[in-house]
């Protein structure tokens, strides 16, 4: 699909976090790794890339399910916590973030962060990057009942940005997270940067290769 001038200059601009706006994707496939690797588990990327998506609870339920782990979810839970709590520090923000939220604050966009990841983590690492005070709300995977690809999580992002669906777009990394907005009737950017063929994206879904360019086509 190419790009639309009617998506320039939206009035609200909804992110993921975890390969979008932050550029931890290597990071959480390690925790993935580590996680599985503590119960001898065997982890593949075919399923790490089935699960970069879905909330935390569903990605462990998932994993203890398919792995025969023993334990209960809770448990598993607070593991897979403290294997992304001890990776987490050393992720940065991806290329050209800054650029796109400042541009977006200039423009008066209010942009909000849609993600599986916690609000705890999501917050201390906005503060930690430097940028808290470009975002006017977050969307955790604590805060749905049904996570990512589901149309829940950006139907409840829209409602904090409080305009029309006419006037969002978001941007994603996976097909399960654009699968999610574009459900929820959101014009959807896909951030494919060099691996722009990995994936089958969702039909309308609009490929960019970075932040930067985005940040271009927006304003």
Known sequence: MTFDASLASPRALLLDLDGTLADSLSTMRQAYRKFLEQFHAKPTDAE????????????????????????????????YFEVIDDVYSGVVPSPGASELLQKASVNQCTVGIVTSNTSGRTRAWLESAGLSHLID????????????????????????????????????????????????????????????????????SVPIRSLSTLAELLW
Do not use: M
């Open 137 to 204: 709300f977050i969307v955790s995977g604590e805060e749905v009942k049904i996570g990512k690809p589901d149309p829940e999580p950006y139907l409840l992002g829209a409602r904090k940005a409080s305009c029309a669906l006419s006037a969002i777009v978001a941007v994603e990394d996976s097909p399960q997270g654009a699968q999610s907005a574009i459900g929820a009737g959101i014009r959807t950017f896909v951030l494919t940067g060099e691996f722009g063929g990995k994936f089958s994206w969702p039909p309308n």
């Open 48 to 79: 790490f890339d089935l699960l970069n998506g879905p909330p935390l609870c569903e990605v462990v339920r998932h994993l203890k399910t398919a792995h025969e782990l023993e334990g209960d979810t809770a448990e598993l839970l607070a593991c």
